[in-house]
């Protein structure tokens, strides 16, 4: 018998826990069932908020003409394109990385000094992230529910897994990039906030070149956070680290000099510092 697989993220599971999944599902239907995987379709079709887990779905291909309707191409952003598991052995494993590539396009390693950089200071705030992670959930529960430092390194975990999808060589895409694998891999308000901040300043992002377009493309993302958040510096939120490092960003890089402008940064780091 031919199948259809879709496998569903209710909402808080990562793209690397899809992926495993994904894997156990496909051996299953295949090894145990004895069943023909003829097409693969995973992603965040029903979702309830930061809801664990996924959901699974069975289609079977009576007719051909069903795999030719699924296969039309479709408008809607939701729909990815399916993964084509046909082999001429019916027992075969699908590849889990055509499931995941034909979803999005592979960027491959950037080749540019901008886009080598973009992705090293990204790897760079994975590992932080990755490697601090208790402490954040200690810090987070003096006022918070604990799990910041959880949700952190499922943004971290997604990211590495989705790097090679990301267009490092351009910098716009890149902050794109980012949004998109914060909307599907951190969970809370902080990954509706966080999309919000790196879409706003993508589009801000007028000339990569130049500091002071990366300063107001800083600008334009806080203050996104504070339109569609509410909050303000002050509410003891993620504002209070990033509004200091703005302002002064934006006071000082318009008349800084090439060679001071490690040391301006640096300042600006300390300005978060409450």
Same mark, same amino acid.
């Given at each position: 018998?031919?199948?259809?697989?879709?496998?569903?993220?209710?909402?808080?599971?990562?793209?690397?826990?899809?992926?495993?999944?994904?894997?156990?599902?496909?051996?299953?239907?295949?090894?145990?069932?004895?069943?023909?995987?003829?097409?693969?379709?995973?992603?965040?079709?029903?979702?309830?908020?930061?809801?664990?887990?996924?959901?699974?779905?069975?289609?079977?291909? #009576?007719?051909?003409?069903?795999? @030719?309707?699924?296969?039309?191409? +479709?408008? #809607?952003?939701?729909?990815?394109?399916?993964?084509?598991?046909?082999? %001429?052995?019916?027992?075969?494993?699908?590849?889990?990385?055509?499931?995941?590539?034909?979803?999005?396009?592979?960027?491959? %390693?950037? &080749?540019?000094?901008? $886009?080598? &950089?973009?992705?090293?200071?990204?790897?760079?705030?994975?590992?932080?992230?990755?490697?601090?992670?208790? @402490?954040?959930? %200690?810090?987070?529960? $003096?006022?918070?529910?604990?799990?910041?430092?959880?949700?952190? &390194?499922?943004?971290?975990?997604?990211?590495?897994?989705?790097?090679?999808?990301?267009?490092?060589?351009?910098?716009?895409? #890149?902050?794109? *990039?980012?949004?998109?694998?914060?909307?599907?891999?951190? $969970? *809370?308000?902080?990954?509706?906030?966080?999309?919000?901040?790196?879409?706003?300043?993508?589009?801000?992002?007028?000339?990569?070149?130049?500091?002071?377009?990366?300063?107001?493309?800083? &600008?334009?993302?806080?203050?996104?956070?504070?339109?569609?958040? $509410?909050?303000?510096? *002050?509410?003891?939120?993620?504002?209070?680290?990033?509004?200091?490092?703005?302002?002064?960003?934006?006071?000082?890089?318009?008349?800084?000099?090439?060679? %001071?402008?490690?040391?301006?940064?640096?300042?600006? +780091?300390?300005?978060?510092?409450?």
């Amino acid at each position: 018998m031919e199948v259809v697989l879709v496998v569903n993220n209710l909402g808080g599971t990562s793209n690397l826990e899809l992926l495993i999944v994904t894997n156990a599902a496909i051996r299953y239907l295949v090894d145990t069932m004895n069943l023909k995987v003829v097409r693969v379709y995973m992603g965040s079709f029903m979702t309830s908020l930061e809801m664990a887990g996924v959901s699974f779905t069975l289609l079977n291909v #009576a007719l051909r003409s069903f795999l @030719e309707w699924l296969d039309l191409p +479709v408008s #809607a952003p939701g729909w990815p394109i399916a993964s084509t598991t046909e082999r %001429e052995d019916s027992h075969s494993m699908p590849s889990l990385t055509a499931v995941v590539s034909d979803q999005m396009r592979l960027s491959g %390693e950037p &080749k540019t000094a901008i $886009g080598l &950089k973009m992705k090293q200071c990204v790897e760079e705030v994975c590992s932080t992230l990755l490697s601090h992670e208790e @402490e954040l959930n %200690e810090l987070d529960r $003096g006022g918070g529910d604990g799990d910041c430092g959880t949700t952190f &390194k499922q943004w971290a975990l997604g990211m590495c897994l989705q790097s090679s999808f990301v267009n490092w060589d351009s910098p716009q895409k #890149a902050l794109l *990039g980012l949004a998109g694998c914060t909307e599907q891999n951190m $969970g *809370g308000t902080s990954g509706a906030l966080y999309t919000v901040f790196f879409t706003a300043a993508a589009r801000a992002l007028l000339n990569p070149e130049l500091a002071v377009s990366w300063a107001q493309s800083l &600008k334009e993302g806080t203050e996104a956070v504070m339109v569609y958040g $509410g909050a303000k510096p *002050g509410y003891r939120t993620m504002l209070d680290a990033l509004c200091p490092a703005v302002d002064f960003l934006i006071a000082q890089l318009p008349n800084c000099p090439d060679h %001071e402008m490690m040391n301006t940064l640096e300042l600006a +780091v300390k300005a978060t510092i409450l």
